[in-house]
Every structure is written in C-alpha cells, then in structure tokens.
C-alpha cells in the first residue's frame, strides 16, 4: 500500500492512470504524445506505477504495451470505502454521472475496453501452459474444459465445454499465437452468435527464479458491462488455478459463486 500512495501522490502518474483507464494497450510513444514529456520522464513514472502494481504490461514484438490494474485500487476500495460509505457515496457518484452525461454523450470512440489482471504463482512456465490447455486440469479449477482440436497450435480450434456431460461449448474460438511454455493468444466468441465480434485472451507466462507472472489480457470487449463481468470473473478463475498448482487443490468452494461484497 505504501507503493501505491507513492505513486497516486503524483498528479503526473494519476494522469497516466487515467489514460490508461480510457483506453488500455498503449505504447510508451503514445503516452508520452499525450503528457508532453521526455519518453525518460515518462519511463520513470511508469517504472514506479508498475512498481506498485498498478500498471501491467505485456509485449507484443518490439512494442511494450501499458494497461491499468485495477487490482490496488479495489483493495483500497473494499479497505477504506465500501464498509463505511458506500450508500453515501453511490449517490454521490450518480449525481456526478449524471452531470457528465451531457459532454460523454457527445463524444464517440471505436476504442472497446480491455482487461488486464496480474497473478504471481509458485510454479514453472510448463506447469502454467500445461494448466492452462489440459481439459481435465481446467476441469478441475474452471468448471469447464478447455479443449482444441489441433493441440493448441495456431489456427486450431479451441472451446469452452461443460463438464456436465452436456456437450455445450459455452465459448469457441481460434488460436490465434502459440509459444509454449510463454505465449498463447486466443479469441473468444459467443457459439450461438457467430456474427459478433469475438474479444481476444493473450497469456503471457514469466519466469522468475522459483516463481511464474501470469498476465491475462481481455482485450476487444463488447460493452463496459462485458468488461465488469470479466473483471469479476477472471479473479476468481486465475485464484483457483493458483490454488491449485500451489497446493495440488483449487479452491474448497467455487470463488466465482461467492457473492460480491461478502
């Protein structure tokens, strides 16, 4: 928590946050148009806002892509806020909304949201992927099974399935990159609306002496309701494949059925 108000105390870095918050995946270049800074004033102050978690990024070739992690800032939240102001400041917050309505209304961006969230896991690279792929591990900590018909290579179909012995592919999609043990990218699309657009996982897989980063992005989301829903969602998934791989048990209860705010 120190990190964190050391780095909110700098109007330049909150700045930056709130660029961040509009439009995630930015580059350092893109940033620094908007701030007017030196790309090495612009590095430091990211430097500490990913030191404080803040701020992720993930790569994508040469460029170095910026997202906001809103993890902190929730912790703050439910700390500080929600036991003992939330009613008063719901209400608050509508009214502000609705005096902005006005100016938000008038401006149109083709920008969709995206998700970033962060996890730190006691495991190897291969052990992560292997999670991540195999259908009765996802099984056992997603409810669903993970499945492809090309073994996960690009261009192979992949599927979300129902382990009631359904059937039901709940979500479909391509893949898109394939790196074992470091990279894999994947769409996501709805099987009953083939028309839509379908948003776009990338897991990114870090190495560090005894311990792995696992970044998950959600990028292309359909509407900031879609980008709530995984925001509830993939906490809850990653925290039980962590669960998992660190103890051989994902969680005693499903962590997505639990209520919010409980």
Known sequence: MDKVFKALADRTRRYLLDLLRERGGQ?????????????????????????????????????????????????????????????????????????????MSSESTSTKPSYVYVTYIES????????????????????????S?????????????????????????????????????????????????????IFDIQPHGGIVRLTVTHENLASEQELKDVGSGWPAVLSNLKSLLETGSPLPQEPWEMPAGA
């Open 149 to 201: 018909d090309g073994e996960w290579k690009a261009g192979s179909g992949w599927a979300h399935r129902r382990i009631d012995g359904s059937g039901i592919d709940d979500v479909v999609g391509t893949v898109v990159e394939s790196v074992p043990p470091t990279r894999l990218v994947t769409t996501w699309g709805d099987p009953n609306d083939r028309d839509a657009e379908p948003s776009r996982v």
């Open 124 to 147: 190897t690279p291969d052990k992560v992927w292997h999670a991540l792929t195999d259908a009765d591990l996802t099984a056992a900590y997603w409810g669903h099974s993970n499945v």
């Open 27 to 103: 580059t350092l270049g893109e940033l620094c148009e908007r701030v007017e800074m030196s790309r090495q004033s612009a590095t430091q102050h990211l430097g500490i806002l990913e030191a404080a978690n803040l701020v992720s990024t993930a790569r994508r070739g040469r460029e170095k892509l910026h997202y906001l992690n809103p993890v902190p800032l929730h912790e703050i939240q439910e700390r500080w806020i929600d036991r003992f102001e939330q009613p008063r400041l719901r209400a608050l917050g509508a009214i502000k909304r609705q005096a902005e309505d006005a100016t």
